[in-house]
């Protein structure tokens, strides 16, 4: 089964919910780039605010994980609104970006 980005899954071995960060196309191979939905982080840069009816908690943007869904059992709670996929997304790809020394 393929996840999307933006959804909200429980994942065996995994104790906090995660959301999806990769984009559907990476995810056709039933891989995932994940991040880990906490509720005792503090918001900031890399820790977004995630207020979802299911899933509500601090998604910590540097702790991304890649995943094999094939070899883990996964449940989807649903998914987030565009606006926090947006932000999670920009967070994550603000570590990778190229600075200008």
């Given at each position: 089964?393929?996840?999307?980005?933006?959804?909200?899954?429980?994942?065996?071995?995994?104790?906090?919910?995660?959301?999806v960060?990769?984009?559907?196309f990476?995810?056709?191979?039933?891989?995932?780039?994940?991040?880990?939905?906490?509720n005792?982080?503090?918001?900031?840069?890399?820790?977004i605010?995630?207020?979802?009816?299911?899933?509500?908690?601090?998604?910590?943007?540097?702790?991304?994980?890649?995943?094999?869904?094939?070899?883990?059992?996964?449940?989807?709670?649903?998914?987030?609104?565009?606006?926090?996929?947006?932000?999670?997304?920009?967070?994550?790809?603000?570590?990778?970006?190229?600075?200008?020394f």
């Amino acid at each position: 089964m393929k996840a999307e980005q933006g959804e909200l899954l429980n994942i065996a071995g995994i104790a906090d919910p995660v959301i999806v960060v990769s984009n559907n196309f990476f995810n056709e191979e039933e891989m995932a780039v994940i991040c880990p939905v906490v509720n005792n982080a503090t918001e900031g840069a890399l820790h977004i605010r995630l207020n979802h009816h299911q899933v509500e908690g601090v998604v910590l943007c540097e702790q991304m994980k890649v995943i094999d869904l094939r070899a883990r059992r996964f449940s989807k709670l649903g998914i987030a609104e565009y606006h926090d996929v947006l932000n999670i997304a920009d967070a994550v790809m603000g570590i990778f970006d190229y600075q200008v020394f």
